[in-house]
């Protein structure tokens, strides 16, 4: 039995599903059960010299809960038994935990038997927030770590980070410039900042950057960005409108929501709007031709003839003054 019964008692007679869940978790010996405290309180430490979270001293956890048991549909009680009056009530046990330093984290033996009578208590009980049969609402305190999928899972994260990092490297001025727009970074900067500035956003949050890093809503921000840089698109913060820069021409009118920008609001417009496809076109036609002109004046500005001084100072000399220059070889 993975929980002990007392006589005329119905303390810890759960039904075959839960005896077969803790079958399947059973702590054998030669093995460690390790689990982590979620009562920790954010550290604002710059430094972080204690960690991530601070915890307190000791955190006492009654091992007594009601979970609802899912093989007979009624509720049952579990808990570590310390004693049992002659009214039938039981004194349950209490765990004291003293989290290690940083991580809030403590075991469990397989090793000792008052170490395995705890733990299928604990994965019962509602606090658990690794428990499937835990009691809704109730605050979860602690949670099971499973180092396997914890280890795999840090492993597909940076391997999702230096596939990010790659692609980033990989990038042209252009496709760095895009990315960098849906960021509300400006393009205006030196192609390797961008870059730099990139792989800080992917290493704060690698899931997130590469799994929507080339998504229609992240490429649909970049648009509105480079659109409102080129001056193809503007924004009014009075009467909550973009529009087109040059004819005026109302392209959205914005309403009132807490903790969402224009431009986020915008891109679900031009995503989701009836007419967000067309105007997202037109939008896009508007900045090649504005990208176009500005390649053009660049071009321009690059074949200007360079003039010397000696060229400005000889055109500046009379008539005269030119007919009787001699040629420089002739020159005395």
């Not at 460690?32 to 307190?56: C, I, P, S």
């Not at 038994?81 to 046990?93: A, F, Q, S």
């Not at 960098?180 to 992917?202: C, G």
């Not at 995503?271 to 997202?280: D, E, I, Q, Y």
């Amino acid at each position: 039995m993975y929980l002990k019964t007392v006589k005329d008692s119905e303390i810890n007679k759960v039904s075959p599903v839960i005896t077969d869940y803790l079958k399947k978790k059973a702590l054998k010996p030669g093995e460690t059960a390790q689990y982590r405290l979620l009562t920790g309180v954010k550290n604002t430490d710059k430094d972080k010299t204690e960690g991530e979270f601070l915890f307190g001293a000791v955190q006492c956890i009654v091992l007594k809960d009601t979970i609802m048991d899912k093989g007979s549909g009624q509720p049952v009680t579990i808990a570590v038994i310390k004693n049992v009056g002659k009214d039938g009530n039981i004194t349950p046990g209490k765990l004291y935990v003293k989290p290690r330093k940083n991580d809030g984290s403590f075991k469990l033996s397989g090793d000792n038997p008052g170490d395995v009578e705890i733990y299928y208590v604990l994965e019962l009980l509602s606090q658990n927030k690794s428990n499937p049969f835990a009691t809704p609402g109730v605050i979860k305190i602690f949670e099971r770590i499973d180092e396997l999928a914890e280890a795999n899972q840090r492993s597909r994260v940076r391997n999702m980070l230096q596939d990010s990092w790659n692609a980033i490297d990989r990038w042209n001025k252009e496709e760095t410039q895009i990315r960098a727009a849906a960021y509300n970074i400006s393009t205006q900067l030196d192609v390797h900042v961008l870059k730099d500035k990139l792989k800080t956003i992917a290493e704060r949050a690698p899931e997130e950057f590469y799994e929507t890093i080339d998504s229609e809503e992240t490429m649909t921000k970049a648009l509105i960005k480079m659109a409102k840089e080129a001056g193809v698109i503007s924004y009014n913060t009075v009467e909550m409108k973009w529009y087109l820069s040059a004819s005026g021409e109302t392209l959205a009118l914005l309403e009132r929501r807490e903790g969402a920008n224009e431009t986020d609001q915008f891109a679900q417009i031009l995503l989701n709007g009836v007419n967000g496809p067309a105007m997202k076109g037109k939008i896009e036609t508007l900045l090649k031709k504005a990208n176009k002109a500005v390649k053009q004046e660049q071009l321009a500005e690059i074949q200007q003839p360079v003039v010397s001084e000696e060229t400005v100072e000889e055109e500046m000399q009379p008539v005269e003054n030119k007919k009787n220059r001699k040629p420089e070889r002739y020159a005395s």
